[in-house]
C-alpha cells in the first residue's frame, strides 16, 4: 500500500514540475519589470508597460529648466497672455487669457528602481510629442505687466528664454504676461506607461502606435503585499518538493 502511495505522490510531483518551472520563470520576469532591470526589460519590446520608479538623468546627464534655471531631467512651460477683448455694442468685457507658448522638453531621462544609483544601469523614457507630466513641480509662476508710460516695471527677463513658437492672435488690449514652468527633478518618484523599444543599444519607453506616453510624477508609495506571481510560484515549488519526497519515503518504506 505505501509503495503505491509512494508512486502516486512521485507521478503528481512529475506532473507538478514544468508547471512549478513555468511559475517561477513568470515571478522571475514580473521581478525583472519591478526592479527595472535593462536585461529583464530587453526581453519584452514592443510590450506596453507601465513602470513605477525614480527619475534619473538622461545619457547626456542632468538638464536645466529654460526660465527657472533649475536642475531636473525634465521641464516645461507655458505663456499666458492676460488681456480684455475689443468692446462690442458698448458691453462690458472681463478680461480672458490665451496661451500664446507651450512648451516641453524632448530629452531622454532615466528611470531606476526605487533605492537604486541614479547613474548606475538603468532604462530611459523618450518624452518626445507626450503630454505635459501629470503633478509636475511647479517650480516657477511669474505675471509680468505691460509697460506703462512714465511707470517704472520690472523688465521682461523671460520672453527670450521661451523655447519653441510664441504663436497665437493677438486680440484686445494686453494686460500682462503670465509664465509658468514645471520640472521634475533627479529622485522623484515617477510612474510611466509606454511601449518598450531598443534604440543605439538602449532599452527606451516610447508613445505606443495606438495611444500616448503617459509620465506621472509625485505618485504615491504603493502598499506592500506579496505577489501573485511570488505566492503562485511558492506554492507549486513546495508542493512538488513535498510530493516528491514524500513519494520517495513512502516507496522506500514499501520496498
Request: charged content about 25%; glycine content about 10%; overall charge positive.
Amino acid at each position: 500500500m505505501l509503495l503505491v502511495i509512494g508512486s502516486v505522490l512521485l507521478v503528481i510531483a512529475l506532473a507538478l514540475l514544468p508547471v512549478a518551472i513555468l511559475g517561477l520563470r513568470r515571478w522571475r520576469r514580473q521581478q525583472g519589470l519591478s526592479r527595472i532591470e535593462p536585461a529583464a526589460l530587453a526581453a519584452r519590446t514592443g510590450q506596453r508597460v507601465t513602470l513605477t520608479g525614480v527619475a534619473a538623468p538622461g545619457p547626456a546627464g542632468a538638464v536645466t529648466s529654460g526660465l527657472a534655471g533649475v536642475e531636473c531631467v525634465w521641464h516645461g512651460h507655458e505663456v499666458l497672455r492676460h488681456y480684455i477683448p475689443l468692446q462690442r455694442d458698448g458691453a462690458v468685457q472681463e478680461r480672458t487669457c490665451d496661451s500664446i507658448a507651450d512648451y516641453g522638453s524632448e530629452d531622454l531621462f532615466g528611470l531606476v528602481a526605487e533605492g537604486r544609483r541614479l547613474d548606475g544601469d538603468r532604462i530611459f523614457v523618450d518624452p518626445r510629442d507626450a503630454p505635459r507630466v501629470r503633478d509636475a513641480e511647479l517650480c516657477l509662476k511669474r505675471v509680468v505687466g505691460r509697460p506703462q508710460p512714465g511707470v517704472a516695471s520690472p523688465a521682461d527677463d523671460l520672453l527670450p528664454r521661451v523655447r519653441g513658437r510664441i504663436s497665437g492672435v493677438f486680440r484686445g488690449e494686453t494686460i500682462e504676461f503670465e509664465y509658468r514652468e514645471w520640472v521634475v527633478r533627479p529622485g522623484s518618484r515617477v510612474r510611466v506607461t509606454g511601449e518598450l523599444s531598443e534604440r543605439d543599444g538602449r532599452i527606451v519607453l516610447t508613445a505606443p502606435r495606438d495611444g500616448a506616453l503617459t509620465v506621472e510624477h509625485g505618485v504615491a508609495d504603493r502598499t506592500d503585499h506579496t505577489s501573485p506571481r511570488r505566492r503562485e510560484a511558492l506554492l507549486l515549488n513546495v508542493a512538488c518538493v513535498v510530493c516528491a519526497l514524500s513519494g520517495i519515503l513512502l516507496v522506500l518504506l514499501g520496498l
